[in-house]
């Protein structure tokens, strides 16, 4: 198939547009560097032994769209584009709204109009909000998201849900992640977050690295074996593999189906940090702090949708994240910028 990326210069992207080529498929990337370097889709050329055909544009930009449409024809769509930091989400709500929910309507739009009616979109677990119950299954009912960021993702799942009800030709997958991290194993690719991270795994691999000095762990008071917040961490190529077999999925069925992709194993903050300085060898100072608002005890997949529907699952361990994630950031210092 030949498949068109969006956001495809980002963290999980490059990584499916190796998986991609390496399945046979072509791929083609539409990107405007808002939270990317053009870096990444060298280095993703590099890797891939093969020019990639790239794009810069602003996927809500109906024209250049219409243009991306117009000079390829594309069999399926991969929609990766959007902003994703959780905090920046509360502080810029709008912004967040209008660039999740812009892109996924003019993506849309330009689709039908140009007959491609099959989509792979990036949800996210956040959509299951405080769940009450784990593992989590697909056809559980969501109470509702704790910030914009996970509103955003909410809603385009509804929008794309419509836009298969009112037409029976359209195949959608609506992934919903757990927790990617790792990298690829060449260690030339990898997260790049701007500015101080957010997330656990690029937070210690830069305490790893002595640009920060220590973790803060958010709170030990939950209900969880250690009282540390619990996740389902996946590695980034596994997820990636998950695009590739929805994507076959989509070409061979009609609707919406929602799948999350997750290992089904739980790891605590704590399981995290001891794995990553056993199998790499360097300590993580880390300090108990406060809870962090909006955060949940727990939560993981029930991965038996996935593996029944896409023939997938999740191969990698943790000590292949951990070990993945520092080779990454070790050789990259500063991310793609050296
Ligand atoms: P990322 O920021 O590395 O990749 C997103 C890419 O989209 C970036 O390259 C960015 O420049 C591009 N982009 C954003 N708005 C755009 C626009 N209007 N036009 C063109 N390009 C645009 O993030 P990622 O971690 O690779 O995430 C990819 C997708 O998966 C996002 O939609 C994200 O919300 C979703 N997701 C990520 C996680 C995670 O933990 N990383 C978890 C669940 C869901
Ligand atoms: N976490 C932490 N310190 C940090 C970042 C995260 O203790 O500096 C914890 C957080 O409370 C959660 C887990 O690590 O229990 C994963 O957080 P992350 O932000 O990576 O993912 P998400 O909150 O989206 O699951």
Redesign the pocket.
Known sequence: MNILL??????????TCLELLKAGHRAVI???????QPE?VSRLEELAGQPVPHYV?????REAMDRIFSENAFDAVI???????VGESVHQPLRYYR??L??TLTLCETMQAHGVRRLV??????VYGVPDEVPLREDMFCKGCTNP?GW??YMIEKILGGVCDADPEWSVVL???????GAHESGRIG???QGIPN?LMPFITQVAAGRLDHLSVFGNDYDTPDGTGVRDYIH?VDLARGHVAACDYAAGHAGCEIINLGTGVGYSVLDIVNAFERVNGVKIPYVIGPRRPGDVDACYADPAKARALLHWEAEKTLDDMCRDAWRWQSANPRGYRG
């Open positions: 969006t956001g495809g210069a980002g963290y999980i992207a490059t990584h539409v990107d405007n560097y808002v939270n990317s990444a544009a602003d996927v809500a930009d929609h990766f584009a959007g902003l994703k930091a660039n999740n812009d892109t979109f990036s949800s996210s677990a956040t960021y955003t993702k992934l919903r992640y757990f927790n990617p991290i997260e790049d977050p997330n980034v």
